[in-house]
């Protein structure tokens, strides 16, 4: 059996090691296409492999067409918006995910973000502190609840809005519980979202919902770029001009943000939440250790095309 490795932003070597020993250990052979500049390159390296890792590369259906042997493959990390999995399904491709695996890293990242923005992105004036402010929360998943966590540890007060998960589960973590994003929304300086990007929830962080938010408000985005209305964005922020935006994932409108809008908006130059040693081993290993049990023994656990 061959797996394949395709990230375009490579896992750090000692994750790739231990992938290697996962593989290895199962008898199988391990292919690594890494920094691949070109989807020719990537269409390529999967025509005979039976198994593949990836990160946020794009498993398009011309992809999966031409993986002719390809049984599972396996996102390593937690939003699965880059697979085709009408496509995946139709070819019997089993699709996972590896839920929790690199949480912690972007919940650090998110915290580190607000940390940035509320000290003026380090411009030497006097900023503000998270100690007594109010986060909120915008789903409450892995990522979510150890957001939430780290905040406490900074004297925040911690919100949450998920339709998902019950009341009960957020009130146990002594956080309280919103039954809407308006109302989430309405009663927190800083909202960190955790939604996943899919049809319900593109472009749902709109400039009524944003206008919600009290004087002084913050917007940390380390899910996706996809669920903020790029447009809308830009209206708010003409409009309020105490609102602030970080994000981990650069809108398309990323240029005309930081032009018409400098010292209030924050963009890494490359998403990088998830991008830790620790982060890439434990996602690495559990994609290969899942890719290895569903060949031997069929089992389907984190399957997302069910
Ligand atoms: C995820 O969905 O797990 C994160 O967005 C991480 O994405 P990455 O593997 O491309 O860094």
Redesign the pocket.
Known sequence: MKVLVATE?PFAPAAVNAIKTVVENANYELVLLEKYSDNSELLAAVADVDAMII??DKATKEVLDAAKNLKIIVR????YDNIDLATASEKNIVAMNTPGQ?SNA?AELAIGMMVYVARGLFNGKAGSELKGKTIGIHAYGNVGKLVGNIAKGFGMKVAAFDPFISAETIDADGVTVYNSAEELYSNCQYISLHIPANDKTKESINYELLNKMPKGATLVNTARKEVVNETELVKLMTDREDFKYVSDIAPNNAEELKEKFDGRVYFTPK?M???TSEANINAGIAAATQIVNFLENGDTTFQVNK
């Not at 390593?76 to 939003?79: E, S």
């Open positions: 932003k990160r946020s390593a990390g937690a939003g690199n972007v998403k939440g998830a991008q």
